[in-house]
């Protein structure tokens, strides 16, 4: 109660007055100087009922329980709100440079991201996230996924692997453990992100975030791997075929405008998995989006065959929840050793191969050298 607080100055009637409060002998004085310094004084009730006997004068305002009540918790939230200030303070100081990221969210707001978490976003800074709902940086299919198990990580230990989309357009796994901070008014938690290591950094560094595939730094390296096999191999040996047959879905863009790009791209990494030998490489490009390399092929007659699997599996339309989407695809198949006779013109003549596919028009095969 703030008048309590204050240094308050009296005069000779008034401290008359408040002196025989005490004194049950002495009868209350009822002049109206003594009324009009008891007014000034606006004291809580029970402030002068802890003093003594409480005369009764109707002229004396007192102050109403509700009333007195919303000061208090005005204090209250006024002390909150300064350990709020100095919680974060306590906060900053262990999470803010720390390898891992550091998420604090209330009720589906982020309420505080540390350096690590920011920098993996690829955003400027602090304002960028905060305040905005956590979900806006979590890939949409997996948001239900997060929705789930949140109650899980909190009380079993359990930890759940999320896509976060980034500032760029690219998205991050991360695997992240939560803890439940205890507040009455909110729903309250940290998510605490993996450390960042250089082996977590080498690894996202070979595959794709969105389809988990090796990414074509990757491919270049089991491309050069298998030539070299083919290559060491006694004089006497006669070399294996290498295939390498690259994609470029040419319609990508309007699967873009749509916001199912990834979706297609997704599906159709699935379905080249499942649809070609395990000992195949199903890779993501740069310009081209899929790449397959066939190792130890026979003959021309088996590596036909192949091609014809991946072509039924680019023609066979993708369905979502409400259309079913065709495929616009060239495809472009170079052959080691007759007539690339190195890895990188395994490579230059695929993409060759590609470009011709393209400019005939597209929706075919082109083999280079054919």
């Given at each position: 109660m703030s008048d309590a607080n204050h240094n308050l100055v009296f005069d000779t009637d008034t401290i008359n007055f408040l002196e025989g409060i005490g004194d049950k002998s002495s009868k209350p004085k009822t002049d109206l100087s003594i009324l009009?310094?008891?007014?000034?004084?606006?004291?809580?009730?029970?402030?002068?009922?802890?003093?003594?006997?409480?005369?009764?004068?109707?002229?004396?305002?007192?102050?109403?329980?509700?009333?007195?009540?919303?000061?208090?918790?005005?204090?209250?939230?006024?002390?909150?709100?300064?350990?709020?200030?100095?919680?974060?303070?306590?906060?900053?100081?262990?999470?803010?440079?720390?390898?891992?990221?550091?998420?604090?969210?209330?009720?589906?707001?982020?309420?505080?991201?540390?350096?690590?978490?920011?920098?993996?976003?690829?955003?400027?800074?602090?304002?960028?996230?905060?305040?905005?709902?956590?979900?806006?940086?979590?890939?949409?299919?997996?948001?239900?996924?997060?929705?789930?198990?949140?109650?899980?990580?909190?009380?079993?230990?359990?930890?759940?692997?999320?896509?976060?989309?980034?500032?760029?357009?690219?998205?991050?796994?991360?695997?992240?453990?939560?803890?439940?901070?205890?507040?009455?008014?909110?729903?309250?938690?940290?998510?605490i992100g993996s450390k960042i290591i250089t082996k977590i950094n080498l690894v996202s560094g070979l595959y794709d975030d969105l389809t988990g595939l090796p990414n074509f730094y990757l491919l270049e390296d089991r491309v050069q791997m298998a030539v070299n096999a083919e290559n060491y191999k006694d004089i006497r040996q006669k070399k294996n075929m290498i295939a390498l047959i690259g994609v470029s879905i040419d319609n990508l863009k309007s699967f873009k405008s749509l916001g199912i790009d990834d979706f297609i791209l997704r599906k159709i990494a699935e379905r080249l998995v499942l649809s070609l030998k395990k000992t195949f490489t199903v890779a993501t490009g740069l310009k081209y989006q899929f790449w397959i390399l066939i190792t130890n092929v026979d003959n021309l007659e088996n590596l036909d065959v192949e091609i014809k699997r991946v072509k039924a599996a680019l023609d066979e339309p993708i369905a979502d929840n409400f259309a079913e989407h065709r495929l616009e695809t060239s495809v472009g198949v170079s052959i080691f050793p007759d007539p690339a006779a190195s890895a990188k013109k395994l490579i230059e003549q695929a993409i060759l191969a590609i470009q011709k596919a393209q400019h005939d028009g597209g929706k075919q095969v082109v083999i280079f050298g054919a």
């Open positions: 009009s310094s008891a007014k000034k004084l606006n004291v809580d009730l029970d402030l002068l009922e802890s003093l003594g006997e409480t005369p009764k004068f109707n002229t004396i305002k007192q102050t109403s329980k509700p009333e007195k009540q919303e000061m208090d918790d005005f204090v209250v939230q006024d002390f909150i709100e300064d350990a709020d200030v100095h919680l974060k303070d306590i906060i900053n100081k262990v999470f803010k440079n720390s390898e891992r990221s550091f998420v604090i969210v209330r009720d589906d707001k982020i309420e505080y991201a540390n350096k690590t978490f920011l920098k993996i976003l690829g955003v400027s800074g602090e304002d960028d996230v905060l305040k905005k709902n956590f979900l806006k940086f979590v890939v949409k299919e997996d948001w239900n996924l997060l929705a789930e198990n949140i109650g899980e990580m909190l009380t079993n230990d359990k930890s759940l692997m999320v896509r976060l989309k980034l500032a760029d357009n690219k998205v991050q796994r991360m695997n992240f453990d939560a803890v439940y901070l205890p507040d009455n008014q909110h729903f309250t938690f940290i998510l």
